[in-house]
Nanobody, 122 residues
Framework: QVQLVESGGGLVQAGGSLRLSCAASGRSFSINPMGWYRQAPGKQRELVATIRKTGSTYYADAVKGRFIISRDNAKNTVYLSMNSLKPEDTAIYYC????????????????WGQGTQVTVSS
C-alpha cells in the first residue's frame, strides 16, 4: 500500500522559511515525477512545483525564485524548501507522486499525501 507522509509545516512570519518533507512508502518511486500542490481557503488547489526523475523542475510563477523542490531517491523522499514566505503562501500543502502525460508531458498526480498546513503571518 502506497503512503505519503508530509512533515515540516507550521506557523512562520512573513519573510521566513520552512522546509516540507514527504516520505513515500510502499514501493520505490525513483522513476516517477513528484510534486507539491497547495490549497488556500476558498481557492482551488494549485500546482506549486514538480521534479522529474532527471532532476528537471517546474515552478508556478507565484513561487519561482523563492521555493526549491528536491528529491532523495534513496530515501523515497521529496522536499520543498520555501523561502521569503508571504501571507499569500498560506495553504495546505500536499505532496504527490505521479506520471507524465505521454503526449503533453503534463504532470498527472496519482498518489496524494494527507496535507500539511503552512501559515504565514504578516
Amino acid at each position: 500500500q502506497v503512503q505519503l507522509v508530509e512533515s515540516g509545516g507550521g506557523l512562520v512570519q512573513a519573510g521566513g522559511s520552512l522546509r516540507l518533507s514527504c516520505a513515500a512508502s510502499g514501493r520505490s518511486f525513483s522513476i516517477n515525477p513528484m510534486g507539491w500542490y497547495r490549497q488556500a481557503p476558498g481557492k482551488q488547489r494549485e500546482l506549486v512545483a514538480t521534479i522529474r526523475k532527471t532532476g528537471s523542475t517546474y515552478y508556478a510563477d507565484a513561487v519561482k525564485g523563492r521555493f526549491i523542490i528536491s528529491r532523495d531517491n534513496a530515501k523515497n523522499t521529496v522536499y520543498l524548501s520555501m523561502n521569503s514566505l508571504k501571507p499569500e503562501d498560506t495553504a495546505i500543502y500536499y505532496c504527490t507522486i505521479g506520471t507524465l502525460n505521454t503526449i503533453t508531458q503534463a504532470y498527472l498526480p496519482s498518489y496524494w499525501g494527507q496535507g500539511t498546513q503552512v501559515t504565514v503571518s504578516s
